[in-house]
């Protein structure tokens, strides 16, 4: 039997490369667009999904359908980690396709659209989404049917994330149909608030498989879970922050309408922290196309469940 190339092993490796420091790139893409609308002017929006009534609006549009795109060809290094991916990548195009609600009167450098207007685009976006997600179920239980080997690479926990990404998916789709509404108002926010909290737990994964990394130099190792922990606790910090900011503003308000969540501030460290996570991975993993090459096959099967 002839052993793979160098050329072969070497574009797996090379392409994992590009679509971890890719993350990075695009999240540096639409920093510098919110940059270069908001600083000559010293205009900021409350909120980064604020800049799509923006001139940066096509910038965060095509941000969120890279990052989905990568997101589910990314093979995560287990079943649980890739299924994570694959819904957060696919809610991505849920929050780029379906704006935050009108402001009433349009802030600095906004552009604003009619309700109709926006009503029609998320009808033929939203609507695009669909049938793509028809399509991908097709493919996928094709391939589900007729290969052996990938019913096989299945886990339990990843299984049963499965079945949870399928009601998800299908909760938006039936809320798009059945309460028109209430989707244009809440579905961009829930699918972003469900992406931080994927990505989140993804972090924590990660730094649960570098402690079983046992083909790996032990100093390293734990170097590198101390990272990804430090970066997965930085996140929940960012949210509860955020909401202690958000509950003194209500204590010294009670009269107020709502509460006042930091948004902006928010999603900059989320999005931070998120790069963050891709660049220490670029790092870690620069030599490797996943974690199992760094697992022995005996510990792999301790990880069998996941």
Known sequence: MTAPSDESVHTGRDTYRYLRAGMVVVIVMLFAAIFIDSVPTDC??????????????????????????????????????????????????????????????????????????????????????????????????????????????TSDWGNRLRVISCVVLAGFVVAYFVFPQQFEAAAHWVAAVLIFVIIGAVVFINAYLVSNQDMQDPGTRERFRRCYRVIGWMMVGSVAGALIVALVGKLSNPQGDAWNIPLFALETALLLEFALFWAFQTFELWNHADRNTLISPEQQQTLAPL
């Open 44 to 153: 900021w929006q409350g909120s980064i999904s604020a800049y799509y009534y923006t001139a940066a609006r096509n910038v965060f549009v095509a941000t969120l359908c890279c990052l989905g795109i990568m997101l589910i060809v990314y093979k995560g290094s287990n079943d649980t980690e890739d299924v994570l991916l694959n819904l957060a990548g696919t809610l991505a195009f849920f929050v780029a396709f379906v704006p935050v609600s009108i402001p009433e009167a349009a802030g600095c450098r906004q552009v604003l659209p009619t309700a109709a207007e926006k009503s029609d685009a998320i009808a033929n976006n939203f609507g695009a989404v669909i049938v793509a997600l028809v399509v991908a179920g097709a493919i996928i239980a094709f391939v589900f049917v007729i290969d052996k080997e990938s019913r096989s690479d």
